[in-house]
């Protein structure tokens, strides 16, 4: 019989019951370092007194009220969205996935308002995700992912990530614009170079396409930058962002220069819940945190030292790990052994960790983790990697 919670999940068996900072305790009282971030969005870590006392003063107040009216909470956090970035405008949603569904509808309406309807085709990367709805999907391409869900949403072609030339080949007269994920998260924690997205936003210059990032995982300080775009020191006509914006509390959103934006006229696109009062309460607290003088100052730093011991543990180790790879505080370790294996071993020692694609473990703690936290997680690496090495070891010396 199926459970009461639909049970599509393969789900470990731990439940959590508090936290602090980049620990968590579950319900039995056994306490994990997490360096998962509930898949890059706990960006503050947990139990942060700011951002607590930001959702209990705002719901105290008032949760919701619908987008019939103003909200101011929302307009406040747009105008410091715009100020901190290239955006003009931004629309409030509720997950990357949403806001992923707008930007593809933005950029797709912007090009019919300027005359060309039969430029709806959006080229993406292989390797990407994008997320779970039927036309995030299509722009994702996993074929595993698709499988089941019937016609595959039209207008969406996929070319080799890093890949200029195969760019260049794919854009046709029906190209509407691109996307891309700056560090491909779910793909394998893959940065793209910083070059390709400079000969992105010139190629979509070149032939008056939309250029859009998403930046759900990647932006938001986890790489040490508001958004990871601009460490290539480019601008997107179109980004979307979710995870870390809201600290845990469900919160997306599209920032768009005006050019894009104001194709999303009433009655277009809309939202019940997206950018309520105490969801933008949420991202008001967390971009109080990092917008702070030096804060992604820190974040660069932190994922340096991280880095850095990450690739001592790759020589260290070679037979259970490839590389490190990775940007800021989203990193990966390319695993020689099954991922699961290594995921479980860290489990063992009180390390909470993330798979990704192409066999890479990910490591994305909070943005407030300290240097301690990650010299302890360091330490829990290094002895789930030697458990792993010794157990092939021992395979090995039995055939």
């Not at 046709?172 to 940065?191: A, D, L, N, Y």
């Not at 940007?327 to 294996?341: D, E, H, M, T």
């Not at 063992?348 to 066999?359: F, Q």
């Not at 990910?362 to 290094?382: E, G, K, N, S, W």
Request: aromatic share 6%; hydrophobic share 45%.
């Amino acid at each position: 019989m199926i459970s009461a919670l639909l049970p599509n999940y393969a789900r470990l068996d731990l439940a959590f019951e508090r936290g602090e900072g980049a620990w968590l305790w579950t319900v039995d009282q056994r306490r994990f370092l997490d360096f998962g971030s509930g898949i890059a969005t706990a960006s503050l870590g947990h139990g942060n007194p700011h951002l607590v006392k930001a959702i209990a003063e705002q719901a105290a107040k008032v949760m919701h009220t619908s987008n019939l009216y103003r909200i101011p909470q929302a307009e406040r956090l747009a105008q410091r969205l715009v100020d901190a970035s290239f955006a003009d405008s931004v629309f409030f949603c509720n997950s990357g996935a949403e806001a992923n569904e707008g930007m593809i509808k933005m950029m797709r309406r912007a090009m019919s308002d300027a005359g060309k309807p039969e430029r709806f085709r959006i080229l993406c990367f292989e390797g990407a995700f994008h997320g779970r709805t039927l036309a995030t999907l299509a722009a994702t391409g996993n074929a595993h992912y698709l499988e089941g869900f019937g016609p595959v949403v039209e207008g969406f072609d996929h070319v080799p990530f890093n890949n200029m030339n195969a760019v260049r080949d794919a854009i046709g007269p029906g190209t509407c614009g691109i996307i891309v994920e700056p560090v491909q998260g779910e793909g394998g924690v893959r940065p793209a170079d910083m070059q390709f997205l400079r000969d992105l936003r010139t190629v979509c210059d070149e032939y008056g396409i939309i250029l859009g990032m998403d930046e759900v995982q990647s932006g938001m300080g986890r790489t040490g930058k508001l958004f990871s775009h601009e460490w290539a020191g480019i601008t997107p006509d179109v980004m979307s962002a979710a995870k870390g914006i809201g600290g845990g509390f469900p919160l997306g959103a599209v920032l768009a220069k005006e050019s894009s934006a104001k194709a999303l006229k009433p009655g277009t696109h809309g939202t019940t819940f997206g950018g309520n009062p105490l969801a933008c309460a949420a991202g008001n607290a967390v971009l109080d945190v990092i917008l702070a003088p030096g804060f992604l100052e820190e974040v660069e730093r932190k994922g340096r030292k991280l880095r850095g011991e990450l690739d001592r543990i790759t020589r260290d180790f070679p037979s259970v790990f490839a590389d490190a790879r990775g940007l800021g505080l989203l990193l990966g370790l390319k695993c020689v052994i099954p991922q699961g294996q290594v995921q479980a071993a860290c489990a063992a020692e009180g390390l909470m960790a993330i798979t990704a694609g192409d066999n890479v473990l990910r490591l994305a703690p909070p943005l407030v983790v300290t240097d301690d936290d990650i010299d302890q997680a360091i330490a829990m690496l290094r002895k789930a990697a030697a458990h792993c090495a010794s157990a092939e070891a021992a395979k090995a010396a039995a055939q």
